[in-house]
């Protein structure tokens, strides 16, 4: 007999991550919080959807994964700390092999990252959508916003640009037929690392943040509209892991290529020292790509001359 949506959500949905500021967690109308004295709430919501996001028959634990690694980025380009999230989910049926390792992915992301499952709802509908909202604590007034970066502001990448976007082509072939290099594309794509403590370290020192989920492109032009200035950049920089060097598209991937759940910051000079020294206690690779100018717009330096970036980053309507 197939599971009933009660028994499914006590089954699959309880128990899932801990966290000392809940009241009540699953099973009443509301779930309650007493967030940190002195704090304010971030709260951000994701929807992922079957064949638009992930492929509708990839792995449920991995999909699991990038649906709360993907709303813990978010927190972690605040500069917060992961608190609670809830979970929509519509399903096609209640299939519970796909149920039990779709929990057991977001149990383990949810332990790791000490976040807890406080609510949600579920639907049945034609395909899957996976709906999380994170949120997260910050002592107040000190988020990381988009609309801080000032003029001579060093640029800083986290990790690697462009190996999610290289996965595209690799999504539908099972792990077994696809080689070390594309085994690691995958698992880019699939469990990316929200930069979340050492974003924290970066509160009252970086002056603006931004996670690259668009891509390098679209993501930057965000925090230049957003503060009112402009960028250089050097191709050169772009720190691209040793998998994807040898890729012929490898530049462009990690330019315009989104997924990688990075983090993008920036900073004034004078505080480089301590980011570094911060990106070393965390084992956090970070790397200086540019800097932040007066005039408007995004332009890149490669073997001398300076281009203009069209931001190609997704949208859905356009
Ligand atoms: P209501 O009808 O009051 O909206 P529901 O019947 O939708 O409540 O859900 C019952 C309880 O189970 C609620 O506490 C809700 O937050 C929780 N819940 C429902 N679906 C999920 C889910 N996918 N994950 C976590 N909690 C869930
Ligand atoms: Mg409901």
Known sequence: MAIGEFALIEKYFTGIGHSSHIDLGVGDDCALITPPAGHQLAISVDTLVADVHFPALGNPELIAQKALRSNLSDLAAMGAQPLAFTLALTLPNSNEKWLAAFSRGLRACAQEFDIALIGGDTTRGPQHVITIQVMGSIPNGSALTRSGANVGDIIFITGTLGDARAALDYLSTPMQKLNKAQQFFLQRYYTPTPR????????????????????????????????????????????????????NDAQQFALHGGDDYELCFTAAKSRVEEITALAQKFSIPITAIGEIFKDSGLFARANGNLQPIISAGYTHFS
Do not use: M
């Open 196 to 247: 979340v403590q050492f974003a924290q370290s970066l509160r009252g020192i970086a002056n603006s943040a931004i996670d690259i989920s668009d891509g390098l492109s679209a993501d930057l032009t965000h925090i230049l509209e957003r503060s009112n200035v402009g960028a250089q950049i050097e191709l050169e920089n772009l720190p691209i892991s040793t998998a994807l060097k040898i890729h």
